[in-house]
């Protein structure tokens, strides 16, 4: 398989510009899919009966094929950013509602009859106490979602909308592997370097599992 290493070179600014669409339109909907989950899944935790539809509701919504999501939500948002955003979003609530669930239902017992012992409140003590213990088990669906995300948006250029989508379906229309190729690469070092981000971040807000770890 040869590779034009000098057309890389010479559009090593395209595919620049393309690779951060990409990652815009892929981790904006993970981050919207988190604002909503945080709540949506404090909520589904403290009232029981309300978990169950939400899962199957998120997980009806990611069992459509993204294309045909993308095509319902054209005839709303047109040829725009939303139009792959919107349903990227929704897919990310299948993976970030349980994990955020699952992260609280991991906080103790005693830990919280601790934090209300000590005078939190339930505020306080969600804010203070049970999302930080939660923080592992979210940024896991995160890193799920994103790279999940990252991988999904390359569809969205049939629809107008795909950053390095554009560079896979042009390499295709044009039989030029080298596009292809680059364009897949990139796609594969995002989801790299966004998952490693995701694990510094993870380390960053749990500082009191690098002393655990350093004991050990």
Known sequence: ??????????????????????LRLALLPVLFGLLISLPLGVL????GWLYPPVLTASNILYAIPSLALFMVFIQYTGLEPATVMIPLTLYSLSVL??????????????VRQAATAMG?????????????????IV??????????????????????????????????????????????VLIIVLALVTDAVLV????????WARARGRAS
Request: proline share 5%.
């Open 120 to 136: 939190f409140g339930t505020l306080r003590r969600l804010l203070r106490v049970e999302l930080p213990i939660a923080v592992p």
């Open 1 to 22: 398989m040869d590779i034009d290493w000098g057309w890389i070179g010479d559009h090593t600014d395209t595919l620049t510009d393309h690779a951060l669409i990409h």
């Open 44 to 47: 589904c935790r403290r009232w």
């Open 97 to 110: 509602v349980p994990n955020v669930v699952d992260g609280l239902a991991s906080v103790s017992e005693p």
């Open 200 to 207: 510094i971040v993870q380390r960053l807000l749990t500082p």
């Open 139 to 184: 940024i896991a669906g995160v890193r799920v979602a994103a790279v999940s995300s990252i991988s999904l948006v390359a569809i969205g250029q049939l629809v107008g909308q795909g950053g390095l989508g554009y560079d896979i379906i042009r390499g295709y229309q044009l039989q030029f592997q080298t596009q292809i190729i680059a364009a897949s």
